[in-house]
């Protein structure tokens, strides 16, 4: 049940600036990458991108329904910037209820985001939901890309 949705429409370059002025650091699950993932607020919390997270939520809800699970709410949200040479280790986060990453930059040579049966191709401005106990990581990153993430836990 991964769902996939082209938010290309979205002024990207605003959001991926946003996020580039904000503090990151070194994080466990990303080799040579950083994220925000324990720095700061939750990244969606951030006053200027108040509309890309009622954007986000609108989309967690048409997941919802096109999959028939109960209504949620977003916990937490985080973003990563990877470069090459760049790996996201194998995870999962836990049962919270529905995860979500939203690729604000991406270039062509990007690797996908690999799930135990799915390989996602990304670009810039495709939005990724899925169970939050779903397995996933990517191979080692040739170009730089920043993603936003999230948890959400069921209502």
């Given at each position: 049940?991964?769902g996939e949705?082209?938010?290309?429409?979205?002024?990207?370059k605003?959001?991926?600036?946003?996020?580039?002025q904000s503090q990151t650091e070194t994080?466990g699950?990303?080799?040579n990458g950083t994220?925000?993932?324990n720095?700061?607020m939750p990244?969606?919390?951030h006053?200027?991108?108040?509309?890309?997270?009622t954007i986000?939520d609108?989309?967690v809800?048409?997941y919802?329904?096109?999959h028939n699970t109960?209504k949620?709410?977003?916990i937490?949200s985080?973003?990563?910037i990877t470069?090459?040479?760049?790996?996201?280790k194998?995870?999962?986060?836990?049962?919270?209820g529905l995860?979500?990453?939203f690729?604000?930059?991406?270039?062509d040579?990007?690797?996908?985001?690999?799930?135990?049966d799915?390989k996602?191709?990304?670009?810039?401005g495709?939005?990724?939901?899925?169970p939050s106990n779903?397995?996933h990581?990517?191979?080692?990153?040739?170009?730089?890309?920043?993603?936003?993430?999230?948890?959400t836990e069921?209502l």
């Amino acid at each position: 049940m991964i769902g996939e949705y082209n938010l290309s429409f979205l002024n990207l370059k605003s959001i991926e600036d946003t996020l580039l002025q904000s503090q990151t650091e070194t994080h466990g699950l990303l080799s040579n990458g950083t994220s925000s993932f324990n720095v700061g607020m939750p990244i969606l919390m951030h006053p200027n991108l108040k509309g890309l997270h009622t954007i986000l939520d609108k989309y967690v809800r048409i997941y919802c329904e096109q999959h028939n699970t109960s209504k949620v709410k977003f916990i937490n949200s985080w973003f990563n910037i990877t470069y090459p040479e760049s790996k996201l280790k194998k995870h999962n986060h836990g049962n919270n209820g529905l995860s979500g990453a939203f690729y604000v930059s991406v270039g062509d040579k990007s690797v996908p985001l690999i799930f135990s049966d799915t390989k996602i191709k990304p670009y810039s401005g495709l939005l990724i939901i899925f169970p939050s106990n779903f397995d996933h990581y990517t191979d080692e990153e040739q170009e730089r890309r920043v993603v936003i993430s999230f948890n959400t836990e069921f209502l």
